[in-house]
């Protein structure tokens, strides 16, 4: 095949595209042979570098514009969409959207409270945490308080007499008890969450995988 007969098969092809667009892509695959001309190729090798006739029309046919959005888009993919116009398209979104719109709904709201109770879950266990470990430093401070005080009690006794030195020894005594006793319900009331905490995250699991079981 000659460039002219190339020519003139591809413009027979093309036909139904504009005259300018024609011409683009005419004049692209004419400096196309004529460069493999140049570089030692016969006119007819020359022309069977560019490839078919057919893969050549599919590739300029890839290159021309396709409607983009979403309406574009299903009539590409769903073929039953390709024999609608775009407003049929649009009244069954619409549609759709109408049927589906309680159960989005309940399923907004379901997300909404279940958001809701995680955060008042965790602003609680958050409280409890900070209310606990001020309830520790509270009873620790007290009982280093009350240890200090009786260490220094005997210098108490020599300077400011016994009465004084007894009354700083039992004060001391209470404080260094009452801060131990603080530390420990404390202690004891920690345990006491972490462990009703693992008891309602092994109920709830056990629960949703009562569930998920088939009947």
């Not at 093309?14 to 695959?29: A, G, S």
């Not at 549609?95 to 379901?110: E, F, H, I, N, Y």
């Not at 409280?127 to 005080?149: D, M, N, P, Q």
């Not at 300077?159 to 530390?183: H, N, R, V």
Request: glycine share 10%.
């Amino acid at each position: 095949m000659t460039k002219w007969d190339f020519v003139r098969e591809l413009q027979k092809r093309l036909n139904d595209l504009p005259q300018p667009e024609i011409n683009r892509y005419v004049d692209e695959y004419l400096d196309r042979i004529e460069w493999n001309i140049r570089c030692g190729m016969t006119e007819e090798r020359a022309v069977e570098e560019c490839g078919t006739m057919d893969e050549i029309e599919r590739r300029i046919r890839g290159q021309q514009y396709r409607p983009r959005g979403p309406i574009a888009f299903l009539r590409r993919k769903v073929p039953f969409f390709r024999r609608l116009r775009p407003w049929q398209i649009v009244l069954i979104a619409v549609g759709c959207l109408v049927l589906l719109s309680p159960v989005t709904g309940v399923l907004g709201a379901t997300l909404a409270i279940t958001i809701a109770s995680l955060a008042i879950g965790f602003a609680v266990l958050l409280a409890v945490g900070i209310i606990l470990l001020a309830l520790l430093a509270a009873g620790a401070a007290i009982a280093l308080g009350g240890l200090w005080t009786v260490i220094g009690s005997p210098f108490a006794m020599a300077s400011e007499g016994i009465w004084y030195g007894l009354f700083s020894l039992g004060m001391g005594l209470f404080a260094l008890g009452g801060g131990c006793l603080l530390c420990w319900a404390a202690i004891r009331l920690t345990v006491w969450t972490v462990h009703t905490l693992r008891n309602l995250w092994r109920s709830l699991r056990n629960r949703l995988k009562g569930r998920r079981r088939p009947a």
